[in-house]
């Protein structure tokens, strides 16, 4: 777990005297007090420091009045000192050169200042972890679309890095951290999901200060990311398995019902629930390996992506011969040509398929498919266990 940069301030006791009578010279009288001391550690020109390792102040002989770091730049890092111990607002960013000033008074006011720079620590490959984030900054998305962090390694300081992830919107929308263990891949997630589905038009941002967090086993994360969506039209797509047909709902509305073949039943069904658009990857190779499977190599046009583990909705031009009476596909939903192709220009990352007639729910971790839990068992994912952002 990541340590906050915390500052500890040993304070020592200016020695006193007293002395009988009074006047000019009970004063002449009096001992020198002693000289304020006052070191820092790390010690100036230090390097590879932590990005979590504390910064101590020692004093002797008198007391603390400021602390300052600058990076780079020359800005102070903000933080705040209280009772001695400062702790910075977001952490100290990876291999950065820091230069910390301090001063102390003694009990005559007479100042000592103390400087020192450091350089904190450059992580190698192995220490570095690395996030994906979305969606992508400037995008226009669908009313199904999470703000999603996935990390590469599991992350031991879940409720830590979760506190530093801020979320505004420009309506006060309603919504909740949640981690996830990501289908296939075994990767840590973090998603933020309103209570409900996003209101058209709402504006969306996500600030992740992460740059020198600590994730667990000595890695480091090296960025801090700040990404911005507007949410598109309610797009869902209604898929009837049983019914072999999707209808295109548009802001509540139908908008076209195209037929459609999903996964044979006995062998490989199609996933119920919601799935929200993963990606548009348009002319993609599937082989039954990749899924586990076996019987199957083939190119695939007008390619959607709505789970990790390999649910498609594309073009199925061999199967349009049985589209709309049978199920026989390998799981993925499939389209005749010109349905496909209608079909791929009217969606956006983040439109929902809404599945019904599969033989089971999708699991929350296979794509964005959060949705299929009730919002008060969504709650409980997060690692601080209380919704987040405004």
Not at 65 to 74: E, H, M, N, R, S
Not at 168 to 173: E, M, P, S, W
Not at 256 to 283: F, N, Q, Y
Request: proline share 6%.
């Amino acid at each position: 777990m990541r340590k906050a940069a915390t500052l500890v301030i040993l304070l020592g006791l200016a020695a006193t005297a007293t002395a009988c009578g009074g006047g000019a010279d009970a004063d002449a009288a009096k001992p020198s007090l002693p000289a304020t001391e006052l070191s820092l550690v790390p010690p100036d020109g230090a390097k590879d420091v932590k990005p979590d390792e504390p910064l101590t102040a020692r004093v002797a002989h008198g007391t603390l009045t400021a602390l300052t770091v600058t990076g780079p730049d020359g800005k102070p890092a903000g933080g705040s000192l209280k009772d001695g111990v400062f702790t910075p607002e977001h952490g100290l960013a990876v291999d950065t050169q820091y230069k910390v000033r301090a001063t102390a008074a003694s009990e005559d006011g007479k100042e000592t200042v103390s400087e020192s720079a450091f350089r904190t620590l450059a992580p190698s490959k192995e220490q570095t972890e690395t996030v994906d984030v979305l969606p992508a900054n400037g995008t226009t998305v669908g009313v199904g679309q999470p703000l999603s962090l996935t990390f590469d390694h599991k992350v031991k300081n879940r409720a830590a890095i979760e506190r530093l992830l801020k979320v505004t919107t420009d309506n006060g929308t309603e919504g909740s951290w949640g981690w996830l263990t990501e289908t296939l891949t075994g990767k840590d997630r973090v998603d933020w999901r309103p209570k409900e589905y996003w209101k058209p038009g709402t504006r969306v941002t996500l600030e992740a200060p992460l740059s020198g967090v600590a994730t667990g086993d000595g890695r480091y994360l090296t960025k801090s990311y700040t990404t911005s969506a507007t949410i598109g039209p309610s797009q869902i797509a209604k898929v009837d398995i049983t019914g072999h047909k999707l209808t295109l709902e548009r802001d509540g509305r139908a908008v076209k019902t195209v037929p459609i073949t999903a996964g044979d039943p006995a062998k490989t069904p199609t996933w119920s629930g919601k799935m929200p658009l993963m990606a548009k990857e348009g002319r993609i190779r599937m082989t039954a390996q990749s899924v586990g499977l076996s019987g199957y190599d083939q190119w695939v046009d007008k390619s959607m992506r709505l789970t990790v583990s390999g649910t498609f909705a594309h073009q199925a031009e061999w199967a349009e011969s049985y589209i709309g009476s049978a199920n026989r596909s390998h799981g993925c939903i499939g389209m005749k040509t010109a349905d496909a192709t209608w079909f791929y220009d009217q969606a956006r990352i983040g439109d929902v398929f809404e599945v019904t007639g599969g033989k089971e729910t999708v699991s929350p971790g296979n794509g964005f498919a959060e949705w299929n839990l009730p919002w008060e068992q969504w709650q409980k994912l997060s690692a601080n266990s209380s919704p987040s952002g405004v």
